[in-house]
């Protein structure tokens, strides 16, 4: 398929409602609307990221936030957030509460 060919609609609903079950869950599962490859492709991706026990370098978190404070948004509304842990036991704690 090249840049200028549509992607071809996939035909089997089972696929579908599959992807948007593995995504969503069963309770949560919206309604399948259009599809095709492209769709599937962006239901299907997953992030697995590992992370070093280093402590970043000093200056490295407020750099990073005045970058994403930067980054350009809608009217700047958009609301945001970050926290900062170095306790491994509250480390913990959280991965545990999100799942990991």
């Known amino acids: 398929m090249d840049a200028l060919t549509p992607p071809k609609a996939a035909d089997d609903t089972a696929d579908q409602r599959s992807a948007l079950v ?10 399948a609307g259009p599809w095709n490859d492209v ?4 239901l299907d991706h997953r992030s ?3 992370y070093k026990p280093d402590p970043v ?8 936030i005045a970058a994403a404070q930067s980054a350009a948004t809608s009217s700047n509304m958009q609301w ?17 509460i999100a799942g990991n």
Do not use: C, H, N, Q
């Not at 370098?57 to 990073?64: D, I, K, Q, S």
């Not at 945001?80 to 545990?96: F, G, M, N, R």
């Open 48 to 50: 697995v990221r590992g």
């Open 80 to 96: 945001w957030s970050a926290i900062s842990i170095s306790d491994p036991a509250t480390k913990k704690e959280l991965a545990e």
């Open 22 to 31: 593995r995504r969503y869950g069963v309770d949560a599962l919206p309604p």
């Open 57 to 64: 370098p000093p200056g490295t978190l407020e750099t990073m």
């Open 39 to 42: 769709v599937a492709a962006m």
